[in-house]
């Protein structure tokens, strides 16, 4: 008899092109280690998405349209060059803020918080990103901090590849670990 895992909670990455390799390597198998079920929501459904350096490549399940940010337990994104591209994208503005009026935890490393920062989901949170982007998280509203992780309500953030071991932890600390 097989057995099946309880409770399995999807999660859902938002990625384009060029993102950086280990920030979606990392989390994605953290998380699917942690029994969680992943999707890959991106501009369009079936895109195959290499990272920055090449040494990771991803195919989209799903276009932002057609995914309902209610299905998902948490939302990841991963930075590089992907969140200055899925922001330009109607779709999935719209699925982020979704999620985040739902509560729903969103957890950005890098670049990610450029998506928060359009979906107009940052006003009075305190969070954290690649030093680059401090001037457009305040313009948001955001407060910036210069830390390895910040949680402030739904939103997980963290700087940067280094920060990744702590990123992951309080993702999965935010959506809990599921049991064998």
Do not use: W
């Not at 942690?34 to 276009?63: C, F, M, P, R, W």
């Not at 390895?148 to 935010?174: C, H, M, Q, Y």
């Amino acid at each position: 008899m097989a057995t099946v895992k309880q409770g399995l909670r999807k999660v859902a990455f938002l990625l384009e092109e060029g993102y950086e390799d280990s920030e979606m390597q990392n989390p994605y198998d953290a998380l699917v280690e942690n029994g969680n079920d992943i999707d890959i929501i991106s501009t369009e459904k079936g895109k195959e998405l290499k990272g920055k350096k090449g040494t990771v490549s991803y195919t989209s399940h799903l276009a932002a349209g057609d995914a309902k940010a209610g299905d998902y337990e948490a939302i990841v994104i991963p930075g590089g060059g992907s969140p200055a591209k899925l922001r330009e994208d109607l779709a999935v503005i719209a699925f982020v803020a979704e999620a985040d009026s739902a509560g729903i935890p969103i957890a950005a490393i890098c670049h990610g918080p450029q998506v928060l920062a359009k979906a107009g989901v940052l006003s009075g949170k305190t969070l954290t990103a690649t030093s680059s982007i401090q001037e457009e998280v305040e313009a948001a509203g955001g407060v910036f901090v210069d830390r390895e992780v910040v949680v402030d309500g739904n939103l997980i953030t963290s700087r940067k590849p280094e920060d990744e071991p702590a990123f992951i932890r309080e993702t999965i600390a935010k959506i809990g670990v599921t049991a064998y």
